[in-house]
């Protein structure tokens, strides 16, 4: 029988307070089966969100009664895809995705995010464990959607992403993996592996003592129009170069 008790018992089930800071938990939700298909690759997922909530929304039930109000929608949220037993395996391999609209859905070519991306992806389940971490508000580095289309009309006149940002009136970049952090640690206590290039991301986790081995590269995807961009990423921004990488 459906009715509205037995569907908040149901999603009460999948739902876990994850305490954050002195002002705010986070409500994370899953795992929700999600089958994912991309031209050849295929891969079965669990997918996971979540949200802060004020610590006076403590219960499961308030939270329920509050998201008809919360305008979610004109909010971002950040997600994660686990694969393999992500809980229990020894070895787990993550990647800490920042959003990117413009690569990751239109397949921009002006940066190589939707490559990580979906390698990554690829890179997690031929390893049998891992998750992917999809993170809301890092848009631009940090700066937002329409921000960062105004940079790009900067980088069209000669400035790299650095300096764009930052004549923008910016810091260069704001991103904060502070909540993805605690629900990495929420679902898995075992350290793991991180697929990146960035040594902010490495020492993120490794400030937390979440690390196992060294990181895993993640460069390809090169192409002329973002090679500038990658470019600046060794020079500027300290990303670990590949050998053969010429800047
Ligand atoms: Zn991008």
């Known amino acids: 029988m459906k009715n509205i008790s037995n569907a908040n018992e149901v999603l009460k089930d999948k739902m876990k307070i994850v305490p954050f800071n002195d002002k ?11 089958p994912v298909k991309q031209g050849d690759f295929e891969a079965t997922f669990q997918w ?3 949200v802060a909530a004020e ?14 109000n919360a305008e979610l929608a004109s909010k971002q949220q950040s997600s994660v895809l686990v694969y393999g037993d992500f809980t229990n395996a020894d070895d ?16 921009s070519q002006r940066c190589d995010c939707g490559y990580q991306l979906h390698e990554s992806m690829k890179m997690i389940v031929e390893h049998g464990c ?20 105004l940079a790009y009309i900067l980088q069209e006149e000669g400035f790299d992403t650095v300096e764009a940002n930052l ?8 991103r904060n993996y502070e909540e993805a952090i605690r629900v990495l640690e929420a679902l898995r206590t075992k350290p793991v592996t991180l697929i990146t290039n960035n040594p902010k991301k490495l020492a993120a986790l490794k400030s937390h003592g979440l690390l ?33 990488f010429i800047v």
């Open 55 to 68: 610590k006076q929304l403590d219960t499961k039930e308030t939270i329920l009664h509050s998201i008809v």
């Open 167 to 174: 004549a923008l009136g910016f810091e260069d970049d704001t």
């Open 92 to 107: 787990a391999i993550i990647r800490m995705h920042s959003i990117c609209h413009t690569g990751d859905i239109f397949g």
């Open 48 to 50: 996971y969100t979540w």
């Open 130 to 149: 891992g998750a992917i971490f999809y993170l809301a508000n890092h848009e631009g580095r940090g700066i937002g959607l329409f921000s960062k289309s």
């Open 212 to 244: 196992a081995h060294d990181h895993i590269p993640l460069w390809g995807g090169l192409t002329e129009t973002n090679r500038h961009y990658l470019e600046t990423k060794v020079k500027k921004s300290g990303h670990i170069p590949e050998k053969q």
């Open 24 to 34: 705010d938990n986070l409500c994370l939700v899953g795992p929700v089966k999600l």
